[in-house]
Nanobody, 124 residues
Framework: QVQLVESGGGLVQAGGSLRLSCAAS????????MGWFRQAPGKQREFVAA???????YYADSVKGRFTISRDNAKNTVYLHMNSLNPDDTAVYYC??????????????????WGQGTQVTVSS
C-alpha cells in the first residue's frame, strides 16, 4: 500500500506562488506515474498535472505555463510549483499515484492511491 500526504497549501493573494508537496510512504513510487488533481467547491475533480517516472510532464491547459510538476525520487516526493495564481485556482489539491505503472494519465480512474488533499485559496 502507498500512503500519500500533501502539504504546502494555504491562503495566497492573486499573483502569488505556492509549492505543494506530496510525500509517499509504504512503498517507493519512483517508478509510478504521479498526478495532481483539484476540486473546487461545487465542481467535479479535475486534472492539473502528471509526471512520468522519468520526469516527462503533462498539464491541463488552464495551468500550462504557470504550474510545474516535478519529482524527487530519492525523497519519494512529488511537487507542484504554482505561480501567477488567480482565484480560479482555489480548490482542494490532491496527489495521486498510479500503481499499475502505466503512462501518465489525465483520467483520475488511472490512479490507485490518493492523498487527503490540501486546500489552496487565492484571494483577489
Amino acid at each position: 500500500q502507498v500512503q500519500l500526504v500533501e502539504s504546502g497549501g494555504g491562503l495566497v493573494q492573486a499573483g502569488g506562488s505556492l509549492r505543494l508537496s506530496c510525500a509517499a510512504s509504504g512503498r517507493t513510487v519512483s517508478t509510478y506515474p504521479m498526478g495532481w488533481f483539484r476540486q473546487a467547491p461545487g465542481k467535479q475533480r479535475e486534472f492539473v498535472a502528471a509526471i512520468s517516472w522519468s520526469g516527462g510532464s503533462y498539464y491541463a491547459d488552464s495551468v500550462k505555463g504557470r504550474f510545474t510538476i516535478s519529482r524527487d525520487n530519492a525523497k519519494n516526493t512529488v511537487y507542484l510549483h504554482m505561480n501567477s495564481l488567480n482565484p480560479d485556482d482555489t480548490a482542494v489539491y490532491y496527489c495521486a499515484a498510479d500503481g499499475r505503472k502505466s503512462r501518465p494519465s489525465r483520467d483520475e480512474d488511472a490512479y490507485d492511491y490518493w492523498g487527503q488533499g490540501t486546500q489552496v485559496t487565492v484571494s483577489s
